[in-house]
């Protein structure tokens, strides 16, 4: 099945993460959780928030900046809130016990809405999400992230690019699932165009003195990501407010760091001194559907918005009208039946991450 | 104070407005709640949710498309989430009523959601988002709208420009209240444009074909808004995703319209048959601070949020970087000193239905 030496199982990449983080002292149902997430993004097609992340993951930790034995706990709680403290784990510990939560809350009181404080990188806000979706709720995630986008009129990064995931279950069609990062472009995207030798798309990016631009090189030099929309004239500002609302709901709440104070999720940039909050933050929710209306019902309703969604005239009938999550629903069929195959420098890190580790390579791949 | 024949105070305007609705059989009560919803839209430099609306629901209501003695209740609930059946009235009537519900339930829960079926156009979306501020409570409030929003690769108008309203509360700082329509441009702005003589910016409006066009009389013919962002290149299925998050919670969820089923708030526009739902939809939330941290640690950590972000560098000195709300702030400011100027046939229409009504004209405006 495994069409080349690049390319790894889902199941082979699983286990070798599942050895690394238990290998340095994780609990083996931590290291499972990160396994499932950074899995989960490389089977959507989402490279920049899968394999990629583990040697920032471990650097931060070498750094003594990261706690891998994090023990979640619950701060504070309501009927239908609590506050998490994520005790400087990563995301991936006190996301699931957080969203946990929320769907146990959600049981009892309708909805459930937890805020994170002392956290990091938690991979994809889908993962999240979709754990609400057996559970015949609609499942919500935000996190916050390091700055990188100005603010309408301004030249200085303020914020990150703060994605939101919002989950709806459904009785026939698939899942449906958006998972988008609320500016244009992240920064992994800008560095990639660069070494592609491309631009980046008019309204994305501006250098460092606010001049708009399409060179990738910009964003090395100070420039800034632009919020959704772009500029003022292109109602950028409708951008700025959604990414600053992701930064309310998961940080102003919660305590933890907002927007310039968000601690930097990879090891070559150093700590800030002084920050007002603790850690990153991240935002979930739940909500029962029959908190509403019959839960077969809202299934049912939410099958035909998409049926009808689908159903709109394409502008041109080689691209069909596409639902959030379809194309990440193909990319996951695809990775399942042929392996996920991995750029040769993420490939070659990961086997050094392996050989330091005395890991053993998966016979395939050497 | 008023500078010409064009001008009214608000108090004024309230009262005409007030005595239009009851003229015609409106509850007291609901003619107020209306008229102060109208009012604070035009007090914060948003005509196009204001004045200029009475025609349209005067028009449904002469249809017999809009219920003026509406009694909005409560069709189901949880200790934190309400179905609210709007009875075909305005959606100030049961906006106001749902929002209440919301704040009284945070009261008890933590948090209140409150999902309105059956419903009509609300005005502002930020009036019943500020309900919130004064219980030290997060409040959010959303409608779906009638369809002119394409989904990406598509031609066809299927979701509204469905606005999402966020505030905050603060300590010292002025409250935080982010208000946006999640379409990067309202068809009533276009029609200026084209009234001006000016182009609609690019990334904004497609033809009937699905071809990017600046020139506005697009819209005219069968053309369609794009979500914010553009086109796929430009990240404008981000912009869908939001959009769509606001229909599913607004519609789906709550058993009204959605998308392309919405009904028209205008009565020169047949109303639809056939449609799966019943009215147009909304969704509020109040989310107590003190739900998560005591609400005092939050107003001041939002504080300090709005400093940071207005202290970022600015592009240009004469534009310094704003905080939502700031704009609307002194527009308030300025019309409650300078009263309100209306366009000249705004203004006719006005005096028109006061006329039609028996109703006097304020001596200030003849």
């Avoid at 606010?210 to 060179?215: E, L, M």
């Avoid at 109602?235 to 998961?250: E, F, R, S």
């Avoid at 392996?339 to 791949?365: Q, V």
Wanted: negative net charge; glycine residues 8%.
């Amino acid at each position: 099945m495994l069409s080349d030496k690049f390319t790894i199982s889902h199941e082979q990449l699983h286990s070798a993460i599942v050895e690394i983080f238990t290998s340095i002292g994780m609990p083996y149902d931590h290291a499972k959780l990160v396994a499932d997430v950074l899995v989960e993004a490389e089977l959507r097609g989402i490279p920049s928030h899968g394999v990629v992340r583990i040697k920032d993951y471990l650097g931060l930790w070498s750094q003594n900046r990261l706690n891998i034995n994090a023990k979640p706990k619950i701060e504070y709680e309501t009927l239908s809130t609590a506050l998490v403290d994520g005790d400087n784990g990563l995301g991936m510990i006190s996301g699931n016990f957080a969203m946990q939560s929320a769907i146990s809350k959600a049981n009892d009181a309708g909805t459930g809405w937890v805020a994170v404080n002392n956290s990091n990188h938690f991979g994809i806000a889908g993962y999240y999400a979709l754990m609400a979706i057996d559970h015949d709720m609609i499942g919500i995630a935000m996190t916050n992230a390091n700055p990188t986008v100005a603010p309408t009129f301004s030249k200085q990064a303020m914020l990150g690019t703060n994605p939101i995931a919002f989950a709806v279950p459904t009785k026939n069609e698939q899942v449906f699932l958006a998972d988008f990062a609320t500016a244009p472009i992240a920064r992994g995207k800008i560095e990639l165009l660069e070494k592609q030798g491309k631009s980046v798309p008019k309204g994305m990016l501006q250098t460092c003195d606010g001049i708009p631009v399409t060179d990738p090189t910009a964003i090395k030099h100070g420039g800034t990501i632009l919020p959704l929309g772009g500029d003022y004239e292109h109602a950028g500002h409708k951008g700025y407010c959604l990414t600053a609302i992701v930064d309310i709901l998961t940080a102003v709440i919660s305590g933890a760091n907002f927007g310039p104070f968000v601690p930097p999720q990879v090891s070559y940039i150093k700590e800030k001194n002084n920050c007002p909050g603790k850690g990153l933050g991240h935002f979930f929710g739940a909500i029962r559907l029959d908190a509403f209306r019959p839960a077969e019902k809202v299934k049912e309703y939410m099958d035909l918005w998409i049926q009808t969604m689908r159903s709109a005239l394409p502008i041109d009938t080689e691209q069909p009208v596409l639902i959030p999550n379809d194309p990440e629903i193909e990319m996951i069929d695809f990775h399942k039946t042929n392996g996920i195959t991995l750029l040769p420098e993420i490939l070659n890190e990961l086997k050094k991450t392996l050989n330091e580790l005395s890991i053993p390579i998966p016979d395939n791949l050497t």
